[in-house]
């Protein structure tokens, strides 16, 4: 019975360390994707945000902004 408690404490420390190593390596290889991915292109303001005004009447403007996908306004 001794020697199942030591073989089994044995795998609990081998299955430990495996899944520990598969986890750093997963997240370090996810985090490195994130921070190296070169698909992002960015506009320019103008390209971005398409900006078309129109007369309503003698005294109002009508200004609306068309926003590119991806992009956002923000503070």
């Not at 360390?17 to 190296?36: G, K, R, V, Y």
């Amino acid at each position: 019975m001794l020697k199942f408690h030591r073989f089994f404490a044995y795998f609990l420390i081998i299955f430990g360390l495996i899944a520990n190593t598969w986890a750093a390596e997963s997240a370090s290889s996810s985090q490195s994707d994130f921070f190296t991915k070169k698909d992002d292109v960015f506009l320019s303001p103008d390209q971005a945000f398409k900006l078309d005004v129109k007369a309503v009447d003698a005294q109002t403007l009508s200004a609306n902004f068309t926003v590119a996908p991806g992009h956002y306004l923000y503070r």
